[in-house]
């Protein structure tokens, strides 16, 4: 009994003694587990890449005079003038602002507009010979040039959120951008043609060089689509991987001949180019307001 009693008294003491040490202790409230990352906000930032695809032109008569000098009766096989295939590509880099709503826990809904200079230059030539007219030995050329110095966008974009700071997403919506082409006839030297019934007619010069000539710059609109994924390392900067199609659509330029046939007026070649269409890879950062 005397040792049951002493056993009651040690584990007393000690209870007690533990509470008093608990009663001394500051008080201290848990804190609350940090707030999901929100995508909600405006956003500007810049983003740098790659621009990629790949043309073609077809050339054509501009008169009824060119068209029977090129493809007219009397032509063997493979005078008529060849088509012509070329690559554009160069780098991009812009800047962006947007816009994001996010809808429920998990989407995230938005609209983005971009600004990009664009480093695109390519030619495409074709050679072939003129008809009967002017002799099957005259070898003539045409040579066509585009170039591509910017290009903007004004997307909508949608995302899922497979983590709060991790957005998976798709874009598309309008693109505009300005084309700039040029069309050269080179001649056989000295050459000259002329057609009372189509009042057309070219004369070159002792070189053949420049013989037809012709440009344009235009402001093109179309569409891009797209998808890309983007990830917040703080509250206000996030990193971006994208993907985007850009068409602009399809495009002509017309060659006048630079000294006519007196007394006709100028003959003409036209450059009928495929759609301006090219891919963009590119990577960007972005600054949430």
Request: with cysteine; aromatic share 12%; proline share 6%.
């Amino acid at each position: 009994m005397r040792t049951f009693l002493i056993a009651a008294v040690a584990v007393l003491g000690a209870t007690a003694a533990q509470a008093a040490d608990i009663a001394e202790r500051p008080y201290t409230k848990a804190l609350p587990p940090s707030p999901a990352y929100n995508w909600t906000g405006f956003y500007a930032g810049v983003n740098v890449g790659y621009g990629f695809g790949d043309q073609s032109a077809g050339f054509a008569a501009g008169d009824p005079f060119i068209q029977q000098l090129t493809s007219g009766p009397g032509f063997p096989p493979g005078t008529q003038i060849p088509s012509a295939a070329y690559d554009m590509k160069g780098v991009t880099g812009g800047i962006q602002l947007g816009y994001n709503f996010q809808v429920a826990p998990q989407w995230v809904m938005g609209l983005e507009t971009d600004f990009n200079g664009l480093d695109f230059n390519a030619s495409a030539a074709s050679t072939f010979r003129l008809g009967p007219m002017l002799g099957m030995s005259d070898v003539v050329g045409l040579a066509a040039n585009q170039k591509a110095d910017w290009f903007g966008t004004l997307r909508g974009r949608i995302g899922w959120l497979p983590a709060d700071r991790l957005l998976v997403y798709g874009t598309g919506g309008l693109a505009y951008g300005q084309i700039k082409e040029t069309l050269v006839f080179n001649g056989a030297p000295n050459s000259s043609a002329g057609s009372g019934s189509s009042n057309v007619g070219f004369r070159c010069s002792a070189t053949g060089l420049g013989c037809f000539v012709g440009s344009s710059s235009k402001i093109e609109i179309g569409y891009a689509a797209g998808a890309g994924v983007e990830y917040a390392i703080s509250r206000d900067v996030t990193l971006r991987a994208e993907y985007l199609y850009v068409n602009l659509g399809k495009t002509s330029t017309r060659a006048s001949a630079v000294t006519p046939q007196i007394p006709y007026a100028p003959a003409s070649f036209v450059a009928n180019f495929g759609d301006f269409d090219f891919d963009v890879v590119r990577a960007g950062v972005n600054y949430r307001f």
